[in-house]
């Protein structure tokens, strides 16, 4: 989990989300499945350098996104360095190979994730601005249903329902995205 709040930038509760996030997956019944590693104040070269060594499945952002210019990470003094969507998708074209899912919890960051969808099959992006009580609700119930050890579509709706996020996120496709991402890599049978 990368994360980044540039001090210029308004205060996101970055802390909470990583820590229930953590809570979901180590009370999941998959936890055996999973390993949180967690960067903040993340700046470019931290990003690339957690890939190398990391070489994660799922890579999940959070922080900002300002839409075309892109998403902020922060530079040498905790100032916004902004990544565009072609920067980014050119080094997860790197590493295809390994990355399964990426999340981009971050306002105005579709057009980072349609980039990286190039790329990488599984992509979430926000479509507008997200409250942060609402991008922490997403993580939750993302984590939540990624760790769990059955499926079916009723689970998913009736989880979906809980979170309001309105237009910002389409929860039920990002639910059967959890689904299937899953399926694919081996987490879960279909019955």
């Excluded at 390993?35 to 890579?59: C, N």
């Excluded at 590493?95 to 190039?118: G, P």
């Excluded at 579509?153 to 059967?176: C, D, P, Q, T």
Aim: glycine letters at 6%; proline letters at 2%; one cysteine or more.
């Amino acid at each position: 989990m990368l994360s980044a709040n540039p001090k210029e930038t308004a205060r996101l509760r970055l802390d909470e989300e990583q820590r229930e996030i953590e809570t979901g997956l180590e009370r999941s019944q998959l936890r055996e499945k999973f390993r949180l590693v967690k960067k903040e104040a993340v700046r470019p070269k931290d990003f690339r350098r957690a890939m190398l060594d990391l070489k994660p499945q799922i890579v999940h952002f959070s922080g900002h996104g300002e839409g075309e210019k892109g998403i902020a990470f922060e530079d040498e003094a905790g100032k916004t360095k902004l990544v565009d969507a072609e920067a980014l998708a050119g080094l997860f074209k790197l590493f295809a190979d390994s990355v399964e899912c990426v999340i981009l919890n971050a306002c105005y960051s579709k057009v980072q994730a349609a980039a990286i969808a190039r790329h990488i099959p599984y992509v979430i992006g926000m479509s507008q601005a997200i409250g942060d009580q609402a991008a922490i609700e997403f993580s939750v119930g993302f984590y939540d249903a990624l760790g769990a050890d059955r499926w079916s579509e009723n689970r998913s709706s009736s989880s979906a329902s809980v979170i309001s996020l309105g237009s910002a996120l389409k929860v039920i496709r990002a639910f059967s995205l959890v689904h299937r991402l899953c399926l694919k890599m081996g987490w879960m049978e279909t019955r």
